[in-house]
């Protein structure tokens, strides 16, 4: 199985600052022949499931907010929140779908 | 609109077998590339993938849990059944069902709806 290991498990920002999140796989999830990173980011409230806010590593959603950023390939992912707002306070989840489907262990996002 | 609800019971006895029952609404499973899934998240812990189902009735489990799991379409056809043996207190979760959904009838996807879960709990 690929093991998906996030840091930090936690970071305290705050409002208007730049947020960083960073996902790191056991092995490549990058499909050469199609040219894409088999990697979501989710964004977890309490008490609610995990919402799907990119896909192939860097693909927004319809109606993510664009201060919510993907980047990185083979290995290395990283999600950013370019200026933190209130609402953004959760758990962010990254998932690769590139064989069976595993999730990294989340990072808590709080307000500095 | 796409909707999906768990249903089932709140506490299970160490031992027992749970019964899951995901309803939806807003798509069809005998369509190319759907497919309907449960993850279970423990209290203060990240998501696991469990089960999915796919549109051609082919099934796929999590190699952890493969030989406790079936995965089903239900009676009606909005309805998918997990069922999981041998229950144990760290089976305690919230237990989701989740749609996926690709033109290309991938069978490892992401997940774009959920459901709000049900809290299984597992004690005597």
């Known amino acids: 199985d690929i093991v998906m290991t996030q840091s930090p498990d936690s970071l305290a920002v705050s409002l208007g600052e730049r947020a960083t999140i960073n996902c790191k796989s056991s092995q490549t999830v990058f499909y050469s022949s199609n040219n894409r990173n088999y990697l979501a980011w989710y964004q977890q409230k309490p008490g609610q499931p995990p919402k799907l806010l990119i896909s192939w590593a860097s693909t927004r959603e319809s109606g993510v907010p664009d201060r919510f950023s993907g980047s990185g390939s083979g290995t290395e992912f990283t999600l950013t929140i370019s200026s933190l707002q209130a609402e953004d306070v959760a758990v962010y989840y990254c998932?690769?779908?590139?064989?069976?489907?595993?999730f990294g262990g989340g990072t808590k996002v709080e307000i500095k | 609109q796409i909707t999906l609800k768990e249903s089932g019971p709140t506490l299970v006895r160490p031992t027992q077998t749970l019964t899951l029952t995901c309803t939806f609404s807003?798509?069809?499973?005998?369509?190319?590339?759907?497919?309907v899934g449960w993850v279970r998240q423990p209290p203060g812990e990240a998501p696991e993938w469990l089960a999915l189902?796919?549109?051609?009735?082919?099934?796929r489990y999590s190699p952890f849990l493969k030989s406790r799991l079936t995965i089903a379409m239900g009676t009606s056809k909005n309805q998918v059944v997990l069922t999981m043996t041998n229950m144990d207190p760290v089976d305690t979760a919230t237990y989701y069902c989740?749609?996926?959904?690709?033109?290309?009838?991938?069978?490892?996807?992401?997940?774009?709806?959920w459901g709000q879960g049900t809290l299984v709990t597992v004690s005597s």
């Open positions: 807003g798509f069809s499973l005998s369509t190319s590339g759907v497919g």
């Open positions: 989740a749609h996926k959904y690709d033109i290309w009838s991938s069978y490892w996807y992401y997940f774009d709806y």
């Open positions: 189902i796919y549109w051609n009735d082919d099934k």
């Open positions: 998932q690769q779908y590139y064989t069976t489907l595993t």
